[in-house]
């Protein structure tokens, strides 16, 4: 983005976005992110989405960049399986890999034509929210 910043005004922190979805949400610390799961982009767009990272220093200046990537959807028959398998394996001290699997869980349940197969995924999404809960902090 063409963004410099004075080092008197660092930490730099780092959000990062698919959409309008913080893909690390209260973790704005690193400056790179990894394993991410990305929701399929927006079908009427050639299921484009765009990907952005906003950095800003400790004064709350700062600069965005984007990127748009294509994220197609899963054939609907694989859909479920593999959504099973991955909220199943997940673990669930990782918050950021939580948080990102619950969002697109969400999303490949809305986008099927069946019911039982929209239970069967939010019930495994909820033993998984369930399931990181007992891992953080209250306070």
């Known amino acids: 983005a063409g963004w410099v910043d004075d080092a008197e005004d660092y930490p730099l922190s780092f959000a990062f976005f698919s959409g ?3 893909l690390n949400p209260g973790a704005v610390a690193g400056n790179k992110l ?5 929701s399929q982009g927006d079908e009427e767009n050639g299921y484009n989405l765009t ?34 398998a991955a909220l ?5 001290t990782d918050t950021l890999s939580v948080y990102q699997l619950l969002a697109v869980s969400s999303n490949v349940a809305g986008g099927l034509s069946e019911v039982s197969e929209q239970a ?20």
């Open 34 to 38: 990894t394993d991410v799961w990305l």
């Open 88 to 92: 199943s394996t997940v673990e669930p």
């Open 120 to 139: 069967e995924i939010q019930d495994e999404s909820f033993d998984l929210l369930l399931s990181a809960a007992t891992y953080q902090d209250p306070t």
């Open 51 to 84: 990907c952005s990272v906003t950095v800003s220093d400790v004064l709350g200046a700062g600069a965005t960049s984007s990127i748009v990537v294509v994220v197609e959807p899963q054939p609907e028959e694989d859909a479920v399986d593999n959504t099973i």
């Open 20 to 22: 309008a979805n913080a």
